[in-house]
Nanobody
Framework: QVQLVESGGGSVQAGGSLRLSCAAS????????MGWFRQAPGKEREFVTA????????YYADSVKGRFTISRDNAKNTVYLQMISLKPEDTAVYYC????????????????WGQGTQVTVSS
């Protein structure tokens, strides 16, 4: 069993930055591939970015490339999402996810979800 707890959400103006954190607990949490998804009001949950268990591979949705950076610190069992140049369309609840399947993580093949953290970007 892996528990995921997100933090770092908040309200910023367009062009601002935020860093989200996802603390994982559980004996094997560092062996999972990790990702971030988001869900805006009235929309389906969508993939944002993922990082492999070793940190050696990353993958981004086109909408966030060049603005968001995912990283992980396995010693701290924590995954980070650095977001810069935020836009109003980035407003959503951001969810941390853990998956044993790297190839299908971006399709929502997730073993564990966090509870989500709200990010609001005002124009």
């Amino acid at each position: 069993q892996v528990q995921l707890v997100e933090s770092g959400g908040g309200s910023v103006q367009a062009g601002g930055s935020l860093r989200l954190s996802c603390a994982a607990s559980g004996r094997t949490s560092s062996t999972y591939n990790m990702g971030w998804f988001r869900q805006a009001p009235g929309k389906e949950r969508e993939f944002v970015t993922a990082i492999s268990w070793s940190g050696g591979s990353t993958y981004y949705a086109d909408s966030v490339k060049g603005r968001f950076t995912i990283s992980r610190d396995n010693a701290k069992n924590t995954v980070y999402l650095q977001m810069i140049s935020l836009k109003p369309e980035d407003t959503a609840v951001y969810y941390c996810a853990a998956s044993g399947n790297w190839g299908r993580l971006s399709n929502g093949n997730v073993d564990y979800w966090g509870q989500g953290t709200q990010v609001t970007v005002s124009s």
